[in-house]
């Protein structure tokens, strides 16, 4: 009798632990009250999403980050020609003594030459003041022109040199307030854009200083030398006759501009302004 039920006894442990180990996978999507709600969680997401596990997303998030990071964070360098205002763009180079500078290409705001010096030829005007400086290089060719041009009896004197974007904005202003801004902008540079703000460019005009920066100057016997001889001391017209579709702006015979003797000479031999010469698209209106 103690044998049979030792028997029995060791047949019904035997049974209960293989019940117990063939049921075991079953159970375990059933949670227990008593589960933490960590658990709770993981189990969850596990067994309701068919979408990658919440821990493989996160360990996914780091390798996109620098992917991302680079795209975002871009040199200012890596962008072409930084955008001013609309189509008007921001010139790499301002210190270049050949720089284009147009309605649609902007010196910084912050730019003003590191070189700039007052030409020893006479202005309409006796103060020493912004508008009487140059580049050093631009006022070494202007007082050579100038020494030539009187060679051949014609005198010479300045009006306008440098202006700073300061300066120019203030002019600007006030040609607007005079004639407004459509009508300005034919014959006046939005500030930035103005070659005046590079120091190589000036106006000039008779010594009697009649027709400073007046149409009335085309046409003088002054207008007619610095026309034939400026590209020889390094200068261009910039705004030439006929041109104003292409340059902006309306035949300014008072208005030169130094390049360089080599660039200057090739403009005048070619007949072009420094739009075409440089093949950019013309400016028009």
């Known amino acids: 009798m103690n044998t049979k039920m030792t028997y029995s006894l060791t047949l019904f442990v035997a049974l209960s632990i293989v019940t117990g180990c063939s049921s075991k996978s079953e159970s375990t999507p059933t949670l227990s009250p008593a589960a933490s709600p960590t658990t709770q969680a993981t189990a969850t997401a596990t067994s309701s999403s068919p979408s990658p596990s919440a821990t493989t997303a996160a360990s ?6 620098p992917k991302a990071t680079a795209g975002a964070v871009v040199p200012p360098t890596a962008s072409p020609a930084p955008s001013k205002n609309g189509d008007i763009q921001v010139v790499a ?6 720089v284009l500078v147009n309605k649609m290409n902007s010196l910084p705001s912050s730019y003003e030459p590191t070189d700039l010096v007052y030409p020893d030829i006479p202005f309409i ?17 202007i007082e050579k022109l100038v020494a030539g041009a009187e ?3 014609i005198h010479l004197a300045g009006v306008s040199a440098y202006r ?7 002019v600007f202003q006030r040609y607007v307030l005079k004639d407004g801004e459509e ?15 590079t120091g190589l460019a000036i106006d000039v005009t008779g010594s009697d200083g009649k027709c400073a920066a007046e149409d009335c100057f085309g046409g ?26 292409i340059t902006g702006y309306q035949y300014e015979p008072w208005h030169i501009r130094y390049v360089g003797v080599d660039v200057s000479k090739d403009i005048e031999a070619k007949k072009v302004t420094m739009e075409e010469y440089y093949n950019a698209v013309p400016v028009s209106k």
């Open 60 to 65: 996914a998030t780091p390798k996109a980050t």
């Open 93 to 98: 180079k301002p210190e270049s003594v050949t």
């Open 183 to 197: 009508k300005a902008k034919t014959y006046s540079a939005v500030p930035g854009t103005s070659e005046h703000e």
């Open 125 to 141: 005007f006796a103060e020493k003041i912004e508008k009487r400086k140059m580049r050093s290089s631009a006022a070494k060719a």
């Open 220 to 245: 003088t016997k002054e207008a007619n030398w610095l026309e034939k001889h400026a590209a020889e001391y390094g200068f261009i017209i910039r705004y030439p006759k006929g041109k104003s579709a």
């Open 164 to 170: 700073s974007y300061a300066t120019q904005k203030s």
């Open 151 to 153: 060679k051949d009896g």
